[in-house]
T-cell receptor, first 113, second 115 residues
Framework: DAGITQSPRHKVTETGTPVTLRCHQT?????MYWYRQDPGHGLRLIHY???????DKGEVSDGYSVSRSKTEDFLLTLESATSSQTSVYFC????????????FGNGTRLTVT | AQSVTQLGSHVSVSEGALVLLRCNYS??????LFWYVQYPNQGLQLLLK??????LVKGINGFEAEFKKSETSFHLTKPSAHMSDAAEYFC?????????????FGKGTMLLVSP
């Protein structure tokens, strides 16, 4: 999977607790992304990064924050998890070049009870 | 307004039949277009991409797609379906937001293949 590792692969947490998901890449790519996948909605962009400490919001960023202190790591944090954030979260990376495709990790299944 | 539309959340074919999965897009700039496949409990895998070099693009596993600017379409086809093609397929476009930095995905089409 193009040198992308997501952790944890599965997590169950309670409403109101903070949660951090990690994405680690070994490709030294500049761009990293967090998407969520929900039935009937496809994949929706949460946040993305175009370099260390450079991030921007996607279409469903409310309730999420991100950080990128190193090229290889991109963290997604749910400050106070809600049941609506139960989803499968995918990290993706992309090399420079406007026509470069995204390469995806295997996902993290998060359940908020 | 939706920028990527995949017609049909489910498509059923028989093994050996033609596969046609439809994708229409809207973009104010020349787009780059992609098809991805997702098998159960896995991430998305790139099938093929259109980058303006040729309108007919060949991908992995015998799939191909044709970019038609006049119809704003990028439909995915395969002449003969195999059981192993059963999966969910996503069309994606860049150039919709944030320049070409991000991909916008359609809602997906589940391909069901019967013997």
């Amino acid at each position: 999977d193009a040198g992308i590792t997501q952790s944890p692969r599965h997590k169950v947490t309670e409403t109101g607790t903070p949660v951090t998901l990690r994405c680690h890449q070994t490709e030294n790519h500049r761009y990293m992304y967090w998407y969520r996948q929900d039935p009937g909605h496809g994949l929706r962009l949460i946040h993305y990064s175009y370099g260390v400490k450079d991030t921007d919001k996607g279409e469903v960023s409310d309730g999420y924050s991100v950080s990128r202190s190193k090229t290889e790591d991109f963290l997604l944090t749910l400050e106070s998890a809600t049941s609506s954030q139960t989803s499968v979260y995918f990290c993706a990376i992309r090399s420079d070049g406007s026509n470069s495709p995204l390469h995806f990790g295997n996902g993290t299944r998060l359940t908020v009870t | 307004a939706q920028s990527v539309t995949q017609l049909g959340s489910h498509v059923s074919v028989s093994e050996g039949a033609l596969v046609l999965l439809r994708c229409n897009y809207s973009s104010s700039v020349p787009p780059y277009l992609f098809w991805y496949v997702q098998y159960p409990n896995q991430g998305l895998q790139l099938l093929l991409k259109y980058t303006s070099a040729a309108t007919l693009v060949k991908g992995i596993n015998g799939f191909e797609a044709e970019f038609k600017k006049s119809e704003t379409s990028f439909h995915l086809t395969k002449p003969s379906a195999h059981m192993s093609d059963a999966a969910e397929y996503f069309c994606a476009v860049s150039g919709v937001r944030s320049g070409y930095s991000t991909l916008t995905f359609g809602k997906g089409t589940m391909l069901l293949v019967s013997p």
